[in-house]
């Protein structure tokens, strides 16, 4: 038997879930609460095998509920379920540990299939989800590309990355200078070589170039 713990704060849409749920007779639905507090003390109580945890709710969130979760009990599969699509959430939530992200408007023998996959150790994804993901990644590789060829370009060393890295942080030749070793004549003389091989005219500059061609 899956044992599967549902936390939203829309009470009917949980039922809902809990009623897909019950359709299938190798899965226990039970109500794990309306916000992440609640689910946490649910998960102690009841130590689910599958989570499906919504992401907007009051006290505490899905995003730091499921990060709380995973911590505390790492074989706990929590699949993220929501109707937003935000690609920063989808991210988020993989980096957090999530197990799967899939939207709230699924078909009931599609989240059976979810819930099983999830648990056999699958990361589940709704293909609304995939295709989002696939879009970040395409614009991160030319994103990437690009940067690595304006480095080229300009014959940018690591050095001259952290540097401008430093920069960017508000730092002065001086705390450059005792962060990287190096003094802070040897500092100012090395902005001054960047600003001349990129052709600009001041620091500001050099860091809005940065940012701009994904550099830093």
């Known amino acids: 038997m899956i044992k599967v713990m549902v936390v939203d704060d829309q009470t009917l849409l949980k039922e809902t879930l809990l009623f897909m749920l019950k359709q299938d007779e190798t899965i226990e639905g039970y109500d794990g609460g309306q916000n992440g507090r609640e689910a946490l003390a649910c998960a102690e109580a009841n130590q689910p095998d599958v989570v499906l945890m919504d992401l907007r709710m009051p006290e505490m969130g899905g995003m730091e509920a499921t990060k709380k979760l ?37 078909k009931p023998e599609v989240l059976i299939m979810a819930v099983k996959g999830a648990h056999a150790g699958l990361y589940i994804m709704h293909r609304h989800v ?5 879009h970040r990644l395409t614009i991160d590789t030319k994103e990437k590309n690009h940067s690595e060829y304006i480095i080229g370009q300009f014959q940018l060393t690591d050095s001259d990355i952290e540097i401008i890295k430093l920069l960017a ?20 003389n090395k902005v001054s070589r960047l600003l001349t091989k990129i052709d600009l005219k001041d620091r500001t500059q050099l860091v809005v170039f940065a940012i701009k061609e994904n550099i830093i």
Not at 71 to 88: A, C, M, Q, S
Not at 130 to 134: F, G, L, N, S, V
Not at 169 to 176: A, C, F, P, T, W
């Open 130 to 134: 995939a295709d989002i993901i696939k």
């Open 169 to 188: 942080d508000g730092k002065s030749n001086r705390e450059i200078g005792e962060e990287l070793s190096f003094t802070e004549g040897t500092i100012k």
């Open 70 to 106: 995973k911590k505390r009990y790492p074989n706990i599969k929590v699949v993220i379920l929501t109707t937003f699509e935000d690609e920063e959430r989808i991210l988020e939530s993989i980096s957090i540990g999530a197990d799967g992200y899939i939207v709230k408007d699924i």
